[in-house]
């Protein structure tokens, strides 16, 4: 009996440790300008080890190019349709008020659970973790302001109701590294790897930066040589005629240029505060994943890094997010596992696919209304297939308009409320420049894409109506 009791003892405890952790780290506004992902001009050598070491997604889109919407898609496994999240402000318990979140799931199974810094946009008040820590917002905000006053002076601030509020919301600081918000979130997360290190844990990270200001050390700026970056269409000769864009495409831009639209040399400019911000979150991701490897956890830990949205960088003038051009809606997604190797895979995920990956990964049920498609089988295979299209939502700010874009491996198909359509060949048009949505050769294809939609909307719509009853 003593014998018994002691082999099963042993093997609980192999089983035990043998469950794979969960990192889970998201970047605010991060689209792909890495260097893993052929950006020439910034230096991500956090990230790109991490890829070096997993499976990057060279074609993964958010479901929605907003903050709140996007994370409360992925952190649920439902589209925008079903959560009812399509604005800042919407918490995803109005539409489900009892679905299990993701970190909620792995506790629900046994893990220590954290979150650490921006996970949920909107707090989730049945999304109880062992380990709950946000960040220091205001942090960022008032090293812009003295970074202004030191650099900057020409840019006035406009407003003193709200605090200072400046047209060009980018800064190289003076101050040092652990000064920033980053800083204190990258040092949160590596105290609770300390805290969860002895048992399988499920802890997602939010960093903050690149979102607005662009505001990170100097030394991050210097890294960057401005005359190097490429500008797109938009700020070259010539420039691009807008006009034949549906209003609802060109959303103000009043994020990083909030009262005047910049010059081209500005544009160049916001453009390496961009990528330097995004240089240094790197480098405080760097510092959460050596944790991990100090602590002999790398080993046995699902990593998995994404953005909440992409961002346009002036592609057609904007400097933003919620659009539905590609910008705005491509974005990292770098999945590092035990046993998976190292590549790339070429086919079309979804962030909304996220949460049943890691349910595969980890060996734990799917939980029933889960919308997305584990893409496990693309981890397994480097051949295997992604899903035939993307699909992306958007509610344009300025015209309350609804759209829908769907995304091929080869084509972008967009529409908004009231009927105007865009098709892109993203092959010979990377830009998005040439609209081919009334081209007699495309009828099939624009006829296609208006089924595919219909089709996803469809079932999307199915699946509210059955959880409403």
Not at 19 to 45: A, E, H, K, M, W
Not at 188 to 200: G, N, S, V
Not at 454 to 459: D, E, I, S
Request: hydrophobic share 40%; glycine share 6%.
């Amino acid at each position: 009996m003593t014998r018994l009791l002691f082999i099963l003892l042993a093997l609980g405890s192999s089983l035990h440790a043998a469950q794979p952790n969960v990192l889970f780290i998201i970047v605010d506004d991060l689209t792909t300008t890495l260097g893993c992902y052929g950006n020439q001009s910034v230096r991500t050598p956090g990230m790109d080890a991490l890829a070096a070491r997993g499976v990057r997604f060279d074609r993964a889109y958010t479901q929605f190019a907003l903050c709140n919407p996007s994370r409360c898609s992925f952190l649920t496994g439902c589209y925008p349709e079903r959560t009812g999240v399509m604005d800042l402000t919407t918490s995803l318990r109005k539409a489900l008020p009892d679905e299990v979140t993701l970190p909620q799931h792995f506790k629900n199974n046994g893990y220590a659970t954290g979150r650490v810094g921006k996970v949920f946009h909107v707090p989730d008040p049945k999304t109880k973790l062992d380990v709950e820590l946000g960040s220091a917002l205001h942090k960022d905000n008032e090293i812009l302001v003295e970074a202004k006053t030191a650099s900057d002076p020409d840019d006035k601030p406009r407003s003193k109701a709200k605090g200072e509020s400046y047209n060009r919301t980018y800064a190289a600081s003076a101050r040092p590294a652990a000064d920033f918000t980053d800083y204190a979130i990258a040092d949160d997360a590596i105290a609770t790897l300390e805290q969860f290190k002895a048992k399988p844990f499920f802890l997602a990270v939010g960093f903050i930066r690149p979102h607005t200001p662009f505001v990170a050390p100097k030394a991050f700026f210097e890294g960057i040589d401005k005359t190097q970056l490429t500008l797109p269409p938009f700020y070259r000769e010539g420039g691009e005629d807008l006009a034949p864009l549906p209003k609802a495409s060109l959303r103000p831009n009043n994020n990083v240029f909030r009262y005047a639209a910049p010059t081209a040399d500005e544009a160049r400019d916001a453009m390496r505060a961009y990528l330097a911000s995004t240089s240094f979150v790197d480098s405080q991701i760097a510092r959460v994943l050596e944790k991990l490897r100090e602590l002999h956890l790398d080993d046995n830990t699902i990593v998995v890094l994404t953005g909440d949205h992409g961002y346009q960088l002036g592609e057609h003038g904007l400097w933003a997010k919620q659009t539905l051009f590609e910008g705005a809606n491509h974005v990292p997604l770098i999945i590092a596992a035990p046993g998976v190797k190292p590549g790339a895979r070429s086919g079309l995920a979804e962030q909304v696919d996220i949460y049943p990956t890691l349910c595969d990964l980890a060996g734990l049920p799917k939980p029933k209304h889960l919308q997305g498609r584990s893409l496990k089988p693309m981890l397994d295979d480097p051949n295997a297939k992604g899903k035939q299209v993307a699909i992306s939502t958007m509610i344009a700010p300025h015209t309350k308009q609804t759209g829908h874009s769907v995304r091929t491996d080869a084509f972008r198909y967009i529409v908004w409320e009231g009927g105007e359509e865009l098709l892109y060949d993203l092959r010979t048009d990377p830009d998005e420049l040439n609209n081919l949505a009334d081209k007699p050769a495309q009828a099939e294809r624009m006829s296609r894409m208006r089924e595919r939609l219909a089709a996803h909307l469809t079932v999307v719509t199915k699946s509210l109506s059955f959880q409403n009853r």
